[in-house]
């Protein structure tokens, strides 16, 4: 059997579809490019699968898809995005994120330089949050049929027995908390497509949850709810929330934290912030009493230095998200329908 | 009447309009560029989408609209080559760096737009590019209104214009307006304050019985307008009939490529017809964009026409009068019905 | 139809062979930076505020006009002077 010829150049530039297949070319692409940098005990086994000794308790897991374009932006990449989408996925959920499952569709024809650069930033995501690479799978895909890379994963945590975050939970009178700043990964990587190009001083807040959520379970009170707003933004969970909880939520345009520089820039593209994805950022639900005390929790963690309270849960008919804007007027906000193009008109 | 849809979705998005609530009605008139498109022209650009060899390039707004065969969304889906783009510049460019592809970029919009087209074609002439051209549906901000009017169908105490095609048309450009029809016009941007001063300055006039041109976006608008874009504007494009949607053909209201910017058309250049207008039924866009009737009065609201399927474009644009209903609050505003 | 949003002229840069479209400005908008075209503003300079819409300037703004609005509007206790125009009109005094 021949080994095939691609296989031999240790100095292959390019992804191509051997090292997809499983063999030699496969084998020694992780020994070169993936595996030193993401050593860790449960993966140097190199087993088909990982084995943890998970403490009596609950187990959280959770599933994660990344399709980013660009695949690099500024403040973070798609193997940023892949570590903090899921450990944040498990943290919200009052879990303590263990380990991670990583699946690579790479497509034919990315530079190795570009997967360097992504694996360097999986490795360092997974460090700043506590986690590992626990397993993971590598496919190449042919040229065209794969964006360049997307990846999967699943992450474990550990659920923590002193909290107990459930939409259920929220009554009239609670208190709505957003640990920072929203708009800027979304409106980042808009700014990096090709069509839209802008410069911009946004970075994307991709950044690990696990620290600021647990010293807001510690700290904070009785968290009762915890959702990061990612795809459909802010507006996305509110309303995803009126409708589990049947209460209204009144929203304060006021004073939900936004810096200049994305609101305006979301202006530019005729976009609305409220529906522009976030990922280093939580929207938090407690009660009155507890409030003050969870933001100031938040704020002593350098994620959630410019948390606020931005509104307040009510029980009104029909359950709805209001905001109350700076005109000193009212509209309702909705899930946004999908995609949101950059309008000029 | 506000007639720029930017207005009907600030006066919303900004709570203004809850504020006013059933001491002012508000009627939303045909200023949204997508709506007042006729169905013709979205049908011949998903004609023109599905052509391999054809990139259409277009405002994101357009994408959703529906035809009679599908948008050019769901085209793209099936591998349409659709591209949205900020700026008619970057149509332009990218026909130059892909001689390759035949690129097609949606003319659509008022003054405040028109004349980027023009611009774009001027650069496009001077590069000597062969592969660019463009399907126009410009429209134009006065007589569309001055039809309205003439119509005699819509009992209104004064008009809110549009502050941004006012920056390109200047405040004169309402002066016969007012003349003709003893109608209040005051010229307004679309920051809240700005708006509720244009909107109490045509309640001022109203009530006393005035009629005049105001403007009370001079940061921005100037007496004559921007004489540089009116010169882009007739240097490339004349007055011509143009067909509004659901209201029929409105002469000298839309803009047509001059001879010698013949070879920029899409439809000669590339054998593609504007078929005749017809609404989906039950659609009631038409009336809608007239200000005749509210969202509410039309049996598909909410219910077989929404954002997530919306049958005509008044559902579709972020400016159409029904999206920004149905977005920023069908129940709490209230209705505002038309005349019985 | 009407979605502008005001920004400043950090930079202008002309093609001597394109009078009419060769003329570009970078505005900045609060922190993002778009180079614009200038096709329809020949007479903006450097430091000037214009209105963008679909990557061109509409107009120049009037800093005069804003300033004289906006303190009517806050010595009536009507309002706040939005952020951006009070960096226009501040830009104004500047010059005065």
Known sequence: MTVNSHANSSTDEQIVMAHGGGGESTRRLLAEHVFPKLRNELLDPLTDSAVLNVPPGRICLTTDAFVVQPLEFPGGDIGTLAVCGTVNDLAVMGATPKALSLALIIEQGLPLTTLDRIVDSIAAAARQAGVVIATGDTKVVEHGRGDGMTITTAGIGIMRDDVQIAADRIQPGDVVIVTGRIAEHGLAVMSAREHLAFDSELTSDVAPLGGLIERLCSDGGDIKFMRDPTRSGLAGVLADLAETTGLTIEIDEDVIPISPTAWHAAELLGIDPLTVANEGKCVVVVSAEDAERALAACRRHPLGKRAAIIGRVFHRDPALVELITRAGGRRIIQRPYGEELPRIC | ?340 | MCLAVPGKIVGISRDPDDEVTGMIGTVDFQGSRLDVSLAMTPEVTVGNWVLVHAGFALTVLDEQAARETWQYIESADLGQMPKELRDLSAGAAEQD
């Open chain 2, 1 to 340: 009447m506000e007639i720029c849809g930017t207005h009907t979705v600030s006066l919303l998005r900004s709570g203004v309009k809850s504020l006013l609530g059933d001491v002012l009605r508000l009627i939303s008139g045909p200023g949204c560029p997508v709506c007042v498109t006729s169905q013709g022209y979205i049908d011949a650009a998903c004609e023109l989408a599905a052509r391999q060899e054809v990139t259409i390039c277009t405002y994101g707004d357009m994408v959703r609209v529906p035809g009679s065969h599908g948008s050019l969304e769901q085209l793209k889906a099936r591998g349409a080559d659709v591209m949205v783009i900020y700026c008619p510049r970057d149509a332009v460019h990218y026909a130059a760096a892909r001689s390759d592809r035949k690129v097609v970029f949606l003319a659509i919009g008022f003054e405040t737009t028109a004349p980027a087209t023009a611009a774009a074609i001027i650069e496009a002439e001077r590069m000597g590019l062969e592969n660019f051209h463009v399907l126009t549906a410009h429209k134009l901000v006065i007589p569309a209104v001055s039809a309205l009017l003439s119509g005699g169908d819509v009992a209104i105490d004064g008009l809110l214009c549009p502050g941004h095609v006012s920056t390109v048309i200047g405040a004169d450009a309402y002066r016969p307006v007012v003349d003709k029809w003893k109608m209040p016009c005051v010229i307004a941007g679309f920051e809240p304050l700005n708006m509720l001063v244009g909107i109490a300055e045509l309640v001022e006039q109203a009530v006393t019985g005035r009629a005049d041109v105001a403007n009370v976006y001079g940061v921005a608008v100037s007496p004559a307008g921007n004489r540089v874009a009116q010169g882009l504007l007739s240097r490339v494009f004349a007055p011509a009939p143009a067909v509004w949607r659901a209201i029929g053909t409105i002469d000298d209201s839309g803009l047509e490529l001059r001879p010698q910017y013949a070879r920029f058309d899409a439809r000669a250049e590339l054998d593609v017809q504007i078929g005749p207008d017809h609404e989906p039924p039950g659609c009631m866009c038409g009336q809608v964009i007239q200000g005749k009737v509210a969202p509410s009065a039309c049996s598909l609201f909410a219910t077989a026409c929404t954002p997530v399927k919306p049958v005509g474009p008044c559902m579709v644009s972020s400016e159409g009068t029904c999206a920004a209903w149905y977005k920023y609050g069908s129940s709490i505003t209230k209705a505002q019905v038309g005349p019985q």
